[in-house]
């Protein structure tokens, strides 16, 4: 294997430039250029155990996500490959939305010595991420925030986004919308929730609580609660499902009851993935900018790692879209049409 010392005689350099070079310090550019060509010559890979201890950084950074599904891999599939080009590893936990395992999760990567956590909190309290902060470990929250915490986040609109929505669904003439939504002590949750109501509130409507249904953010959630939605004496003509999973799991139970979608239930998701794309029809959807979400993790956890803490705690919240599609289209429209 070729070392170090290898790498200076080729370039003709001493081996304190090598390592100036591999740590991203300056040099004058004609000789990083014989450096790099060395090293790819060489075929030379640094030695990152003995590089950790001498620069107190292991050039890996921690991500704990509440599941593995498309929406969360996506967007750590962006901060990776970002971070990647900064010279950085990352490491995907997941919580599976469990508090204490998100615990466990952050405290054992913070053992391992990663050099920033990114997190997407499963619940409003956040000790355990305050105590991680303490310690020198700079975090940045993702999707979610937590409450009495100075901390940098990137989050999306999510009362906006609810709002655009149930909106549409009140634009078409619908009064009685149920509402799937999930946990209200995850911020997600709660600020959807806000949306919804807002709503009702902006157009002077009145809310039916009794259509409105608390889950866990599960496919298996979304699948109870729309067939208990669909069991009421009257049930509504529209609904608004506000995570990913749990439209999958309503998108099931409608289909298992013989519902007609929009002919007899007008139906809004939140996040837009494949499977929504390809239903049919085709579904009305809240989307989230998850490359630009991870785009804006990957820049702040980088420039906090770097030492840069100016402007702290920072928060970015990102807009949603309403992609209407058929799903909500007005009956009129489609009463000629075999819709199922």
């Given at each position: 294997m070729p070392?170090?010392?290898?790498?200076?005689?080729?370039?003709?350099?001493?081996t304190?430039?090598?390592?100036?070079?591999?740590?991203?310090?300056?040099?004058?550019?004609e000789?990083?250029?014989?450096?790099?060509?060395?090293?790819?010559?060489?075929?030379?890979r640094?030695n990152?155990?003995?590089?950790?201890?001498?620069?107190?950084?292991?050039q890996?950074?921690?991500?704990?996500?509440p599941?593995?599904?498309p929406?969360?891999?996506?967007?750590?599939e962006v901060?990776?490959?970002?971070?990647?080009?900064?010279?950085?590893?990352?490491?995907?936990c997941?919580s599976?939305e469990?508090?204490?395992?998100?615990?466990?999760?952050?405290?054992?990567?913070?053992?391992?010595?990663?050099?920033?956590?990114?997190?997407?909190?499963?619940?409003?309290?956040?000790?355990?991420?305050?105590e991680?902060q303490?310690?020198?470990?700079?975090?940045?929250?993702v999707?979610?925030?937590?409450?009495d915490?100075?901390?940098?986040?990137?989050?999306?609109?999510?009362?906006?986004?609810a709002?655009?929505?149930v909106?549409?669904l009140?634009?078409?003439?619908?009064r009685?919308?149920?509402?799937i939504?999930g946990?209200?002590?995850?911020t997600?949750?709660?600020?959807?929730?806000?949306?919804?109501?807002?709503?009702?509130?902006?157009?002077?409507?009145?809310?039916?609580?009794?259509l409105?249904?608390?889950g866990d953010f599960?496919?298996e959630?979304?699948?109870?609660?729309m067939?208990?939605?669909?069991?009421?004496?009257?049930?509504?003509?529209?609904?608004?499902?506000a995570?990913?999973?749990?439209?999958?799991?309503?998108?099931?139970?409608?289909?298992?009851?013989?519902?007609?979608?929009?002919?007899?239930l007008?139906?809004?998701?939140?996040?837009?993935?494949e499977?929504?794309?390809?239903a049919n029809?085709?579904?009305?959807?809240?989307?989230?900018?998850?490359?630009?979400?991870?785009?804006k993790?990957?820049?702040?956890?980088?420039?906090?790692v770097?030492?840069d803490?100016?402007?702290?705690p920072?928060?970015?919240?990102?807009?949603?879209?309403?992609v209407?599609r058929?799903?909500?289209?007005?009956?009129?429209?489609?009463?000629n049409?075999?819709?199922?």
């Amino acid at each position: 294997m070729p070392t170090i010392k290898d790498v200076a005689a080729r370039a003709g350099v001493s081996t304190a430039t090598v390592s100036r070079v591999l740590n991203g310090e300056k040099v004058k550019e004609e000789t990083e250029k014989k450096v790099l060509a060395a090293i790819e010559a060489l075929g030379y890979r640094p030695n990152q155990i003995a590089r950790s201890l001498k620069t107190q950084k292991t050039q890996t950074i921690g991500f704990v996500v509440p599941d593995f599904g498309p929406f969360f891999m996506q967007v750590a599939e962006v901060v990776e490959d970002i971070l990647n080009g900064y010279g950085y590893s990352l490491v995907v936990c997941n919580s599976d939305e469990n508090p204490d395992r998100e615990k466990d999760r952050v405290r054992m990567l913070a053992e391992k010595k990663v050099d920033g956590l990114l997190v997407v909190p499963t619940s409003d309290t956040a000790q355990h991420l305050i105590e991680i902060q303490e310690e020198g470990t700079p975090i940045v929250l993702v999707d979610r925030m937590v409450k009495d915490m100075q901390i940098d986040c990137v989050l999306v609109d999510n009362v906006n986004g609810a709002y655009q929505a149930v909106e549409h669904l009140v634009t078409l003439g619908y009064r009685r919308i149920g509402l799937i939504n999930g946990r209200l002590e995850v911020t997600t949750g709660e600020e959807r929730y806000r949306g919804f109501l807002r709503v009702f509130e902006d157009y002077n409507l009145p809310v039916d609580e009794s259509l409105i249904y608390t889950g866990d953010f599960s496919t298996e959630s979304g699948y109870e609660l729309m067939k208990e939605l669909m069991s009421l004496p009257e049930p509504p003509p529209a609904v608004f499902v506000a995570n990913y999973y749990m439209t999958i799991g309503a998108m099931m139970a409608i289909n298992e009851l013989g519902i007609k979608v929009p002919r007899d239930l007008a139906l809004v998701g939140f996040d837009d993935m494949e499977l929504t794309k390809l239903a049919n029809p085709p579904l009305t959807a809240v989307v989230q900018p998850m490359q630009e979400m991870g785009e804006k993790a990957a820049a702040l956890i980088y420039k906090r790692v770097s030492g840069d803490n100016s402007g702290f705690p920072q928060m970015y919240r990102l807009k949603p879209e309403l992609v209407i599609r058929h799903s909500t289209s007005p009956v009129w429209k489609i009463k000629n049409l075999e819709v199922v």
